[in-house]
């Protein structure tokens, strides 16, 4: 199963931003659809964005206009550009193929803003 090894994660204040990585142990990005997913305390995983194979993103309403998804083939990497940060976007985030694979998970990138 490809490994998934997720970064970027920290202590930022509101309005703050913060870019994650996602590296596959396989040249996956080209050819599966991946999506990014966090979880806060008390709360189910859930989809925040998805980038298919041809490029097209998606967002959850929660983060649309604020965070942008993103990839490179080259460096089997995943991106998370998140900008305007609020408090309720603290959580662990993990990437993921979407839809999710369980053996997939990584250790996920704790993201904690600041009021």
């Known amino acids: 199963q490809v490994q998934l090894v997720e970064s970027g994660g920290g202590l930022v204040q509101t309005g703050g931003s913060l870019r994650l990585s996602c590296v596959a142990s396989e040249n996956i990005f080209g050819i599966k659809n991946m999506g990014w997913y966090r979880q806060a305390p008390g709360k189910q995983r859930e989809l925040v964005a998805r980038i298919d194979t041809y490029g097209t993103t998606n967002y959850a309403q929660f983060v649309k206009g604020r965070f942008t998804i993103s990839r490179d083939n080259a460096k089997n990497t995943l991106y998370l550009q998140m900008n305007s940060l609020e408090p309720e976007d603290t959580a662990v985030y993990y990437c993921?193929?979407?839809?999710?694979?369980?053996?997939?998970w990584g250790q996920g990138t704790q993201v904690t803003v600041s009021s």
């Open positions: 993921n193929l979407w839809p999710r694979v369980n053996q997939c």
